[in-house]
């Protein structure tokens, strides 16, 4: 999936990134162990020039996210997926974490 992602094919981006999505919503609990190594290809192919790639990053991302299953980081899921659309927003994206109290272990 990593490579399909990166692949020189825009339709092989996405239909990686839906490959990811539809993995994500049937084994969660897989997904949520690999998320260091999901995070970066994702967060690349968020980059991608075309929409439609961009799109379903977006939807892997979220869908890859919410594997992880933690209430305190849910609210912030959109934020921190259009942060990694739109770097200039880290700083507010920081900001509204550390404004965060985390009580989920």
Do not use: Y
Not at 27 to 52: D, F, H, W, Y
């Amino acid at each position: 999936l990593f490579e399909g992602m990166l692949a020189q094919k825009w339709q092989t981006n996405e239909g990686a990134c839906r490959m990811l999505q539809a993995l994500a919503e049937r084994c969660p609990s897989q997904v949520a162990v690999c998320m260091p190594e999901i995070v970066p290809k994702v967060t690349e192919a968020l980059g991608n020039a075309r929409q439609g790639v961009k799109d379903a990053a977006a939807a892997a991302m979220t869908a890859c996210m919410q594997c992880v299953n933690n209430k305190d980081l849910e609210q912030f899921i959109p934020m921190l997926i259009d942060t990694m659309q739109n770097p200039i927003k880290v700083p507010d994206c920081v900001h509204k974490l550390a404004a965060t109290t985390f009580v989920q272990a």
